[in-house]
């Protein structure tokens, strides 16, 4: 069978869109993994980022971190913390955290440190403290590359989160695992087909948030 004939296979199975294993619900279970990854890497990244970006300070301390943290095999860490802990959404938190936190982090600094400091000077010498600066100034201008950051962490999240099928839990990586172990290729390319289009759509949310908050002067630019 073709890849499409897979596909047509999985998609037109009445049985997969009902009940605990059917697509909306594995759908949600992993839009919820992606988001509750995410929402924790950002509150890390966007922080640590902004600060040491608008100080100048801790830049090489920042970089080695972030290098270290993405040579982290992602389903090592998995194995590891599932030894550890055992079953449970924090044993597949803390490898999507590792893996989304870089990306933030580093890009969230480089943006605002490459901001043309012609403007930040002159809000300096309006008297702006160094509050308003950031979020009046730097940030605005720095918007476009930190959402990026975002945007890269989020897709990388939304395509691993199938490794928390790995350890029993549920998601769209269930369809992966699962296919595999019953060699029903139909439901591990319909599983990985859901993957791909949420990614997309992500790319999609990130591209209509950008249109929404940086201004057209800045994109231009």
Do not use: C, K
Request: glycine residues 12%; proline residues 5%; charged residues 10%.
């Amino acid at each position: 069978m073709s890849l499409f004939h897979f596909i047509d296979a999985f998609f037109s199975d009445g049985a997969h869109w009902h009940g605990y294993d059917g697509i909306p619900h594995r759908v949600l279970e992993h839009l919820q993994y992606t988001f509750t990854a995410f929402g924790i890497a950002a509150a890390i990244g966007l922080p640590v980022g902004l600060l040491t970006g608008h100080t100048g300070r801790g830049g090489n301390a920042l970089a080695v971190v972030a290098s270290a943290a993405r040579a982290l095999p992602t389903l090592g860490l998995l194995v590891l913390m599932f030894l550890w802990r055992g079953i449970g959404e924090t044993t597949a938190m803390v490898p999507l955290v590792a893996l989304a936190v870089p990306p933030v982090l580093v890009t969230t600094y480089e943006a605002l440190r490459s901001v043309d400091p012609s403007p930040v000077d002159a809000a300096r010498g309006m008297g702006m403290g160094p509050a308003a600066v950031l979020f009046r100034v730097e940030l605005p201008m720095a918007l476009p590359v930190v959402l990026g950051g975002l945007r890269s962490a989020m897709v990388q999240v939304v395509a691993t989160t199938s490794i928390a099928a790995y350890i029993s839990l549920g998601g769209l990586g269930r369809y992966l695992f699962d296919g595999l172990a019953q060699h029903d290729y139909a439901v591990v390319v319909g599983g990985a087909t859901l993957i791909a289009a949420l990614a997309v759509v992500m790319l999609g949310v990130f591209w209509v948030v950008e249109r929404s908050l940086v201004s057209a002067g800045v994109r231009r630019r």
